[in-house]
């Protein structure tokens, strides 16, 4: 029995490409990027989070979001969050003391997985 498996070849082909894809965009971006899960725990930390905020990958990734940023933990972002999590990208414009000790902006992202649910939320500052 033969089978044409070269369509599966391709989409793992597919799949490793748009792994090394986001790797090099986590990388070598010039944002501060996170992901978060629904209840909160850091999954992914880019270089120039560690760069901008002084804390360690390792230090971060497995950790509770407002363990790490305690200053996140007030009403007018955790409202943002949810609005995340509900699907709607969020922008901030002038943000202090959140992420960072200077002024900054950030942005919001639901994470979509393949089932079409939102898994989380992609933070760049």
Request: aromatic share 8%.
């Amino acid at each position: 029995l033969v089978q044409d498996i070269t369509a599966e070849v391709a989409l793992v082909q597919e799949a490793k490409d748009a792994g090394r894809y986001a790797q090099l965009l986590e990388e070598h971006n010039c944002d501060l990027i996170l992901l978060t899960n629904p209840e909160h725990t850091i999954l992914s930390w880019n270089s120039e989070a560690t760069k901008k905020t002084g804390i360690k990958k390792e230090d971060a990734v497995h950790h509770n979001l407002f363990d790490v940023f305690p200053n996140l933990h007030r009403e007018g972002f955790l409202t943002r969050l949810q609005e995340a999590l509900g699907g709607k990208t969020v922008e901030v414009q002038q943000a202090t003391s959140h992420y960072l000790f200077k002024v900054h902006h950030y942005l919001l992202v639901p994470y979509i997985n393949e089932a079409g649910a939102v898994a989380g939320v992609l933070h760049v500052v």
